[in-house]
């Protein structure tokens, strides 16, 4: 991996058979998923996570995936919610049978949709945390809306938040602290919420399982 908010390509060899198209914020997780299942025959190719600020970029992103991968892979998945793109990136994806998560964000596939829907109904006005977005909070948040050089924009961007909920995926203190910490700095209410993988989890696994055995016919 190059730096954290950058394309990166996870390849396991010559036996993989199926690839999965997925956000850069997702990519220590999905690659964790794979490697406590053992499963050889998934690779993993990743837009760029700084495209979390960009969503209108991310459908000719995985279409540019979808395009180099073709005729190299039997199947094709994508762990992305929608992102932000307003159905566009499902268009895209319809328009190559690339099946992927069901949900409007990661936040609601780590939760779950039941925890998320209480979560939201509980308080709306929240700012949500993932491992990656906690680990890297000055780059994707602070930096990334411009508030290092305009920090006047705080209150437009939040003031009217009330709290940030931190979904945890890993039992990690450093992250926690780190989580705590933006919090405080966005003046808002903490609460962590450990979440594991969630549904990504799920469908990385269903993936798997879709995959053809290796001697399979090509797909092109």
């Known amino acids: 991996m190059s730096g954290p908010l950058d394309e990166f390509d996870a390849v396991a060899g010559d036996d993989a058979s199926t690839l999965i198209i997925a956000c850069g914020a997702l990519a220590r997780e999905t690659l964790a998923v794979i490697r406590a299942g053992g499963w050889s025959h998934l690779d993993v190719t990743c837009i760029a996570a700084e495209l979390h600020n960009r969503p209108q970029l991310i459908p000719a992103a995985v279409e540019r ?4 991968a073709r005729g190299r892979y039997r199947r094709i998945f994508a762990a992305l919610a ?3 793109t307003g159905g566009a990136l499902d268009r895209v994806l319809d328009q190559y049978d690339v099946p992927r998560i069901d949900g409007p964000h990661c936040y609601q596939f780590y939760a779950t949709e ?6 939201s109904d509980d308080a709306p006005g929240t700012l949500y945390l ?4 906690a ?4 780059a994707v948040i602070w930096r990334g809306l411009g508030l290092d050089r305009f920090p006047h924009l705080l209150e437009s961007y939040f003031g009217n938040y009330t709290h940030v909920v931190y979904l945890a995926q890993t039992e990690d203190d450093d992250l926690d602290r780190r989580a705590r910490a933006a919090a ?3 003046g808002l209410d903490y609460q962590r919420v450990r979440t594991g993988m969630g549904d ?3 469908f990385i696994r269903e993936a798997a399982s879709a995959a053809p055995a290796p001697d399979s016919t090509t797909q092109n």
């Open 200 to 202: 990504l989890e799920h």
């Open 82 to 84: 929608d992102c932000g």
């Open 184 to 186: 405080v700095r966005l």
């Open 65 to 68: 995936k979808i395009l180099a």
């Open 130 to 133: 993932t491992d990656f977005l």
């Open 114 to 119: 039941p925890v998320f829907t209480a979560l």
């Open 135 to 138: 680990r890297h909070f000055e």
